[in-house]
């Protein structure tokens, strides 16, 4: 037997090893449109959005390049000029 840590997966019922039970979460990250996202991918803003924090309105149109996932379903990171740790709902973007 391994000194490997087990989780429950509460899908299956059934005692995983922890690096099997990662391998299976996978989270789907979908735009507005529901186009499935992905590391790397450029986006474009489909609202106006005040930035909290940096005094900034972000606007319809303004495109983000080089998106990460965050392992929310709902949450993308970027940078954005200006703007330190951006982080923005997939609901007001659109795969570009």
Not at 3 to 10: I, L, M, S
Not at 47 to 71: E, N, P
């Amino acid at each position: 037997m391994s000194d490997e840590d087990y989780v429950f997966d509460e899908v299956s019922g059934e005692w995983l090893p922890a690096s099997e039970f990662a391998a299976r979460q996978v989270v789907e990250v979908r735009d507005s449109v529901g186009n499935l996202l992905a590391d790397g991918d450029s986006v474009v803003l489909v609202k106006d959005l005040k930035v909290k924090g940096a005094g900034q309105t972000l606007k319809v149109g303004t495109v983000i390049r080089s998106i990460r996932l965050t392992g929310d379903a709902q949450e993308i990171d970027c940078r954005f000029d200006g703007i330190k740790g951006l982080v923005l709902r997939a609901e007001f973007v659109k795969k570009r």
